[in-house]
């Protein structure tokens, strides 16, 4: 297949530097441990199976990109990582999810553990019509998290470079904060209790150019503590900020209905340069999608 490093001009950067100094940086993809662990995974609504038989591993301490056209269910798949889709009347999945070798669908499990150990951040912000301090520890409180409210309230926004921002007006309403401080209000808020996993659904769509570049800034910075999955229709970002992608397409089978389908999963770089499918290179030049 053809170098597409010839013909197209997405730019192509691994995190490469982070609290260390230059060099420094999230594990290559080769030497990361696997924390979630997909193996012929399809997912249903009722009857309609919305994403069929895919199956990849996320490695620990990455940064793992899902992309795709509208309706290939890269959404779909990020919110079973923690069962988010438990909520939606109907919905099942197939297949094995395992977060360190553990079912996550198995009988025994408890979704809600899931969900503290595997956070989420949505599409949009949604801070809570609280003040910032209280929406950082509300987490904290129904979690019942012992320890010294302010301290941990304060290490979650420096977290997420929120801190320096929010310091003097922690008693104001998360409401009042621009969306890139809401939507790292939200990332705050997430990491308070802890979690491993931070899943990120285009946590940047409703953001301007400023705000997107520092919630991707935070990105390299929490790789070095959480392993981070995010959906994003941004190839740019995606190239930039992962060290591995995924991309999802929709097929359309004999009966007319349109089924998404992991087409292809790699190291990042290799994806935007030199995809192993015509799919991957047509949907990243523009051809389709």
Known sequence: MTNLSDRQQINVAVPTVGRGGAGAGPPAPSAAQVVLDLSNVSIFYGSYEAVRGTTMTIG??????????????KSTVLRSLNRMNDL???ARVAGRIAFHGT?????????IQVRRR???VFQKPNPFP???????????RINNIKGNMDDMVEQALRGAALWDEVKDKL???????????????????TIAVKPE???????CSALDPIATSKIEDLMYELAFDYTIAIVTHNMQQAARVSNKTAFFTAEVDENGVRHGRLVEYDDTPRIFTNPKEKRTEDYITGRFG
């Open 197 to 203: 996993v931070i899943l990120m659904d285009e946590p």
């Open 171 to 189: 008693k104001q309403s998360g409401l009042a904060l621009s969306g890139g401080q809401q939507q790292r209000l939200c990332i705050a808020r």
């Open 118 to 120: 595997i956070g989420m």
């Open 130 to 140: 609280k003040s910032i301090y209280d929406n950082v520890a509300y987490g904290l």
């Open 88 to 90: 939606i009347p109907g």
């Open 103 to 111: 079912d996550l669908y198995a009988s025994e499990v408890d979704p």
């Open 60 to 73: 620990k301490n990455q940064i793992t990109a899902l992309i795709g056209p509208s309706g290939c269910g």
